[in-house]
């Protein structure tokens, strides 16, 4: 069984090397590295060099909108990083953070469309036009506001919770926040959806410019900015006082009690900030598609949420966004396989898993504990 | 706001919730199993049940069994059906140990890390009864295929035992199906709880649950313990499939899902790593939803269901018996 | 023109077409073709296919090619598909969407490009109630539906009716719609969730509400376990339900719990359908067209006239499916000016399950 151990060790060891020697470069030589990777970004949705025009995926009969694709991944990108500070830096395993990510939607969805139940009544209250709605920037600011106040409120009562009780609660929130969303009609239009919902360039219609209904390559470069902004934001969070103080609570919550740090006081910062970040995801998901209900929001999207995470590599950003863009477009991609793509996607999870439990591109501390508590394994033979 | 209702017919209502919650402690069981030896959540555990109401569907298919057959054919349907919806969700679940959990455990991996490796191998089990086997066997023309003839769509099977108003007290009624849910998941669970706690093998469990170190100091063969919870956690599954399709009769491949969902809030709610947690919490769930539903609508029920464990858990962090295989754990 | 090309289905009869060189074109359909809602669509898209295949057969110098996208019934996945049909020039007509999700999502973006859409099994009644200009659908609306119901409902002096309804778009729609019509009649109602498989709290309700009618809108999943456990507890009140139920797989799942229910569907027996479509359906698939089989046909040959008629362009194309008018397979299909198809065309019969089979009773009138 030692072996299986070794065969894994060498991966892991070439991952690193590559990472070593990326550091290990002059900063200006890793500056234009950063800059060329970002224009590259930029120029994803226009790829057209032959060759690489297989990886899009309406290269394929039946295929999607290579922009649109771009852009759920973009959506996807800045979930895992939200979901990242979370369970990466924090530690917290959360399973109902699809609960955010439809605030943030409902949020924008509620106070911007024209056709939504609340917007209606205040309409009436004020005497408005029919045409009346929030602006999309104050939709953004108050969905962001509504994400943060659920995280709290969400992580006042849980927090003190241990690990697995936490993770059926939160899965537990989530649903609570879809069954409401579905239930309570004269609020929400329950199943039936909001549509309209309006993007950066007002409503949903044939005559924007921009943010347009057919061309999405717009909205994809709206996203990945958001994304870019997000994890300088992020990074610089990581490497603060606050990141300090999760990474210190994740290792040994009581060592760091003793140390000064409050545990719970960090634990609710890590929950309103990764809820506000699915919150703005969930706002573009919404403003794109013009179109929300429900069903989107269901548990086990939720689950494939953590599963994003975990796969690419917890608590590190580049790992987490290679994940989540894999989550999305593997299944796009491979629409060939159609009815077994879901299956192909379930045994891909669980050889990743298998193979590297530290994920695909592993944050480094992340991987030096795992090789230690294997290492832990194989000394004591009295486990296998 | 029902309470009429809910007070007019409360033994009804009581009766109902605890034949559902029996169905739920069945399959808490083997969370609560699991989760008390290796600390970790088997999300597949679903699946495990899902598989097992298929097993048992194939063994009245192939059994050629009609609705409402004579006692004697009903009575040897619902044998089989329970030995072979045992083996077949024992055996899935020592299968998933085998390929999934093992080669994790060896790594001595993140607990994250078998969450999501189960969800995988969730979604593997749901789309091979989805649409794998459906490919290979829908239209093969046995017997058996109609398993598979409508891959992904709920399949209806005959009725075992038809329900029958077993005796009425007041306004209560008690139907025999009802009655055979709950007393036979009491008697699996009592037996499964004296195994425990009474013999050599249930010992080793214990042992290991409570210090898996010394545990092997002493002797004792881990591996083999952890098979046999796999074994005994699946074996619970199954007879809950058996039950389920005895008393609701329906099956597809994303039937786990919800119920597993249900059957996890139960154990933590009892108190996960807790066998007669599991117990109480199932019942407790299953009345909880019932009560809920009436007094509200059934579109609640799972806010209340989820609400009602945040309250728990807030007054009671561990549940409601607390968490130990053997004894509380620090 | 279309007149013309004669009678419904021509199931290899090439009725004199008025097929010129270049004829032919490429559409898309759209819908939840894998997914755990695939049952329910998969006959539509059969149906679509059929009608292209034979065309296609009968037609070698009119090509039409049907391009599926799946969806899985997701507006998110909906969305970015439209995208790239609506971008994509080849395309002249879309066939979808199934759910009326979807379609909601997706209807501004098939409407900026000009797309005409044909919708073989949405029914949510607002859908056509927004002014968009390019969205039809060859089915009844809720509101239709639950109209026949209550005329159903009042033939039969129902006097205690009992409304349960999944919470759906689609169960909870035409569950509302019926409310509006039953009036005193209405002895109380519940709704449950998706997925939900026990139903005590519910049969209780129904128990105590002393119904003799129990209308169900939904779908098979909930359905088939639920009117199994009313029986079983000894509900004896006749169910009912909408087409949502129109579904080979209710009375199976439901065993001889669905025995003697009663199912409403905006679709003609097929004895009545005229044409040999069921017959070719079962030929082709070996399974009986389920819901919708005859709304997918439908709206393939309306597309498949339209290239008939030498329509080339998104605007002809349009125009042409506007301005429809021709006995088709499901129903007489002609479009009202906000897309729904005229209801004064729109027949609606009721089935009774006897066995695995739906009998059909009665055409119900609109009141």
Redesign the interface.
């Known amino acids: 069984?030692s072996q299986?151990?070794n065969a894994?060790a060498p991966h892991v060891g070439r991952m690193e090397a590559v990472g070593d020697r990326w550091r290990a470069l002059p900063k200006w030589q890793r500056s234009l590295g950063f800059v060329a990777f970002v224009a590259f970004l930029y120029y994803l949705p226009l790829l057209g060099i032959p060759g690489l025009t297989w990886f899009r995926t309406?290269y394929i009969?039946?295929?999607?909108?290579w922009?649109?694709?771009l852009?759920?991944c973009a959506i996807y990108v800045l979930v895992a990083i939200g979901l990242n500070v979370v369970?990466g830096l924090a530690g917290l395993?959360d399973l109902g953070y699809i609960g955010f990510f439809a605030i943030g939607a409902y949020g924008v969805g509620l106070f911007g469309s024209v056709n939504s139940p609340v917007v209606k009544a205040i309409q009436e209250r004020f005497d408005l036009p029919a045409t009346w709605a929030v602006g999309w920037a104050i939709c953004l600011f108050i969905a962001i506001t509504l994400a943060m106040v659920s995280g709290v409120l969400l992580g006042w009562?849980?927090l003190?919770?241990?690990?697995?009780?936490l993770?059926?609660?939160t899965?537990?929130?989530g649903?609570?926040i879809r069954?409401?969303a579905?239930?309570v009609?004269t609020v929400t239009n329950?199943?039936?959806?909001i549509?309209?919902i309006p993007g950066p360039e007002g409503p949903?219609?044939?005559t924007n410019t921009v943010f347009?209904?057919?061309?999405?390559k717009p909205w994809y470069w709206l996203a990945i900015t958001f994304v870019l902004i997000m994890v300088f934001f992020v990074r610089r969070l990581e490497h603060s006082r606050v990141g300090r103080a999760w990474l210190a609570v994740r290792e040994d919550e009581d060592a760091a009690a003793v140390m000064g740090v409050n545990p719970f006081k960090f634990k609710l910062w890590a929950f309103a900030i990764g809820a506000a970040l699915g919150g703005v995801a969930g706002v573009l998901?919404a403003s794109?598609?013009?179109?929300?209900?429900p069903?989107?929001f269901d548990?086990?999207t939720s689950?494939?949420f953590?599963?994003m995470v975990?796969?690419g590599g917890?608590g590190n950003m580049m790992g987490v966004s290679l994940g989540a863009f894999l989550l999305v477009y593997l299944p796009e991609r491979f629409?060939g396989v159609?009815?077994?793509?879901?299956?192909a996607?379930?045994?891909?999870?669980?050889l990743v898993?298998?193979l590297r439990?530290q994920g695909l591109i592993p944050s480094r501390r992340r991987a030096r504990?795992?090789k230690d508590?294997?290492a832990?394994?194989e000394e004591?033979p009295?486990?296998? | 706001m029902n309470f009429d209702e809910l007070i007019g017919q409360f033994g009804q209502h009581t009766v109902n919730g605890l034949s559902k919650g029996a169905i739920y402690a069945l399959i808490a069981l083997g969370y609560t199993l699991v989760?008390g030896v290796l600390?970790l959540?088997n999300f597949a555990h679903s699946e495990v049940f899902m598989v097992g109401t298929f097993a048992v569907f194939g063994t009245w298919t192939a059994m050629g069994l009609q609705n409402n057959p004579p006692l004697g054919t009903a009575i040897i349907a619902l044998v089989v059906g329970l030995i072979v919806g045992a083996v077949a969700s024992g055996g899935t679940a020592l299968a998933i140990e085998r390929?999934?959990y093992r080669?994790?455990?060896?790594?001595?991996?993140?607990?994250?890390?078998f969450?999501?490796?189960a969800?995988?191998?969730?979604?593997?089990l749901?789309?091979?009864f989805g649409?794998?086997l459906p490919?290979l066997f829908g239209d093969s023309g046995f017997t058996m295929s109609t398993l598979f003839s409508r891959p992904r769509q709920l399949l209806g099977m005959p009725t075992v035992l038809e329900h029958k108003n077993l005796f009425t007290i007041g306004d209560t009624s008690v139907t025999n199906v009802q009655a055979i849910v709950f007393v036979s998941a009491m008697l699996m669970m009592f037996a499964l709880d004296r195994f425990i706690n009474k013999t050599r093998y249930g010992r080793g469990v214990r042992a290991v649950a409570q210090n898996?170190?010394t545990a092997?100091?002493m002797g004792v063969n881990?591996?083999r313990v952890i098979m046999l919870i796999f074994v005994l956690g699946g074996a619970m599954a199954g007879a809950a499939a058996l039950l389920w399709n005895m008393r609701f009769g329906v099956t597809q491949n994303t039937i786990g899902?919800v119920l597993g969902?249900k059957a996890?809030?139960a154990a933590?709610l009892g108190g996960?790593g807790n066998l007669r947690g599991a117990l109480v919490g199932g019942l407790f769930l299953g009345l909880v939803e019932v009560y809920g539903a009436t007094l509200f609508s059934s579109?609640?029920e799972?806010?209340i269901?989820?609400?009602v464990?945040?309250v728990v858990?807030?007054f009671r962090?561990?549940g409601l018996l607390g968490e130990s295989l053997g004894r509380a754990r620090a | 023109m279309f007149a013309a090309a004669g009678c419904q289905d021509s199931g290899g009869g090439n009725t004199g077409s008025t097929a010129a060189a270049g004829c032919g074109g490429k559409i898309a359909i759209f819908g939840a073709?894998?997914g755990d809602n695939a049952g329910l669509v998969i006959p539509s898209l059969n149906g679509a296919k059929l009608a292209i295949k034979q065309h296609n057969a009968a037609n070698a110098d009119c090509q039409i090619t049907l391009?599926?996208?799946?969806t899985q019934g997701?507006?998110?996945?909906a969305?970015?598909?439209a995208?790239?049909v609506?971008?994509d020039p080849s395309f002249l007509g879309v066939i979808g969407g199934h759910f009326?999700?979807e379609s909601?999502?997706t209807m501004?973006?098939y409407?900026?490009?000009g797309l005409a859409m044909v919708s073989p099994s949405a029914t949510?009644t607002?859908l056509t109630a927004?002014g968009n200009k390019s969205f039809f659908r060859v089915v009844g609306n809720d509101g239709t539906q639950a109209g026949a119901v209550s005329t159903y409902l009042k033939s039969q002096n129902a006097a205690k009716v009992f409304m349960i309804d999944d919470?759906?778009?689609y169960g909870?729609?035409i569950t509302a719609e019926l409310e509006k019509n039953l009036g005193t009649s209405l002895a109380g109602k519940d709704?449950i969730?998706e997925k939900q498989a026990q139903f005590d709290a519910t049969i209780s309700k129904i128990k105590a509400a002393q119904a003799d009618f129990v209308f169900y809108g939904g779908y098979t999943r909930e359905a088939a376990p639920l009117v199994r456990q009313m029986r079983a507890a000894g509900v004896q009140a006749k169910f009912v339900g909408p087409d949502g139920l129109y579904d080979p797989a209710f009375p199976q799942g439901a065993q001889s719990g669905a025995e003697g229910a009663i199912i409403t569907c905006p679709c003609l027996p097929a004895a009545k359908a005229g044409g040999t479509f069921s017959a070719d359906y079962e030929k082709e698939y070996k399974i009986a067209p389920g819901s919708y089989g005859a709304e997918g046909f439908d709206g393939a040959m309306i597309y498949i006239d339209a290239f008939k008629a030498g329509k080339k362009s998104r605007a002809d194309i349009l125009a042409f499916v506007k301005a429809y008018d021709k006995q088709g397979v499901s129903k007489y299909i002609k479009f009202a000016e906000n897309g729904d198809v005229d209801p004064t065309k729109v027949v609606i019969w009721s089935y009774q399950v006897k066995g695995t089979t739906f009998e059909p009773l009665q055409e119900l009138k609109l009141s």
């Open positions: 069984m299986s151990v894994t309406d009969q039946g295929g999607s909108s922009a649109g694709t852009f759920t369970i395993l009562p849980t003190r919770l241990r690990g697995d009780y993770a059926i609660v899965l537990g929130f649903e609570i069954i409401v579905k239930n009609t329950g199943n039936a959806g549509s309209a949903p219609s044939a347009g209904l057919i061309d999405l998901f794109r598609q013009a179109f929300i209900d069903t989107k548990p086990m689950i494939l953590v599963a975990v796969v917890s629409r159609a009815d077994y793509r879901f299956l996607f379930g045994v891909a999870m669980v898993m298998i439990p504990e795992l508590r294997a832990e394994a004591a009295a486990h296998v | 989760y600390r959540i390929v999934a080669p994790l455990r060896k790594k001595n991996a993140p607990p994250l890390v969450l999501i490796t969800i995988g191998v969730s979604l593997v749901v789309e091979v649409v794998l490919k898996p170190e092997a100091l881990q591996e899902f969902l996890f809030t933590v996960i579109q609640w799972d806010v269901a989820f609400v464990l945040v858990l807030m962090p561990t | 073709f894998t391009q599926e996208f799946d997701d507006a998110a996945q969305t970015p598909i995208s790239q609506a971008g009326s999700g909601d999502a501004p973006v409407e900026a490009a949510r607002d927004k919470g759906s778009a909870a729609g709704k969730q």
